[in-house]
Each structure stands twice: as C-alpha cells, then as structure tokens.
C-alpha cells in the first residue's frame, strides 16, 4: 500500500543542433500522496489507491488502533470487497490476525454472507472453526445473521462443527434459532444439530426460541423434537421415578 503516488512527468530533452547550446536539465518524477487514506481505500473499495500503498511496502498486517486493532483484512472483509480481499491475501496479508475482541477476519464474515470472501479466506488457511469474541465460531455468526448459504458453505462443502459451543455453551443453532431464521434451523437439525443442545445455564435451543419472541421457530423446534429445560428436568425425572 503506497503511501506516496509516483506520477511520471514526460522529460523533454531539447538539443541544439550546435555543440556549445547547453541542455536543459530532465525534470525529476514528482510525488503526490493519495487524497484517500488506506482505510477508507479499503473499506470504499478503491483498488487503484490500495495497490499504490501496496507499492509503497506498507505492513499489511499493521493494526489500527482506531478501528479496534483490525487489520486491512478485516476492513475489507467487513466491508464485503472481494477484490481487495483477494489483493491482500495474495500479497501476503494474515489470514488468522486477531483484533482487539479476538475476531479474525473470516469471524466477520457472517456479516455480509459473502460465500467467495469465505472461500478465498479458508482456502489461504483461515481457521474454520476458530472462536472469537465470546468463543464465537464463524458458523455462530452466520447463523445468527441468518446467512444460509454461508451457512452451508461452512457446514456442508467445509466441515465446520455444527454442535461448537461458544463460551456460554451455546451452539449455532441457538443463535438461529434466537433470531428465527427457520431455515438456518431446518438445515442444522438435517446436519444431526442436538436439537436439545443446553447451553451452560441449561438453554435449549426452544428456550433461545421463546426468549427471542421467536414463536414460529419455537413451533419448528418442537415439532422435531426441541424441549425446553424446563420440559427435559421434568421429561428426565419422570424417568427416574419409573
């Protein structure tokens, strides 16, 4: 990334046709520093202006304390420019740099679902079941967006865990489920999700449902099997007195 634009003045050399006329002297290149910053080059998507601070050796994985120590990286992918993604990965950028809430890039992802971004990521060796904020997988996150086909990306053509839990043990299909996206639900109960997979204060995913004033996935839940804490304490002592 180029901190300072070359630009190529023509030199013009004027000879005369006598010996003793002196020349005039070649006028040297003049420099001009991008009216952009790389930042807003990044995150505006202006190739043209990234590449000139490429030019220019700037660290690709430097982190920029004012926009939570992400790196180039994360800016691009957060801002969903695939393009400049790909610019950056080939020029060598880290794949796997933490910011300040231990995000790395491909845990941002989720935020816009673009499944190339995804793709140039993980097939630079991005870690596909790494936790982020919160013991956040990148699959989390795409569920809790809703963001089915990154979804299935992650899942289905990467293998990523489906019963991961984030620190509070709670799985991706809470986190569908918490913000009722059915077919997020749909697809991770087809991909042998515990329907019944408890959280570390005993939350289900129907709980997660019902607390999100989900009701039609709370519906859905049910009716492939979800109960709720309450209903799997009572389900569970029912048993033992039998």
Known sequence: MKHLLLTTIAAVLLAGCAMTQPQKSVELPTTKTPDISILDAVS??????VKMYLSDGLDLNLKYEQWFSTTLLHRAVAADQEE????????????????????????????????SVADLLVSSGADLNYKGFGGWTPLHMAAFKGQMHLVNYLVSRKGAEVEIKDDG????????????????????????????AMGDQGTTPLDAAIEGGQDESATLIRSIGGMTFEELKAEYSTRIRA
């Open 169 to 196: 043990g709670t799985t991706a299909l809470h986190c569908a489920a918490f913000k009722g996206h059915n077919n997020v639900i749909n697809f991770l109960f087809l991909k042998d999700a515990n329907v019944n």
């Open 84 to 115: 400049i993604v790909k610019l950056l990965i080939d020029r060598g950028a880290d794949v796997n740099a933490k910011d300040i809430n231990s995000n790395a890039p491909l845990s941002l992802t989720g935020i816009h679902g673009n499944v």
């Open 44 to 49: 505006g998507g202006n190739v043209d202006v």
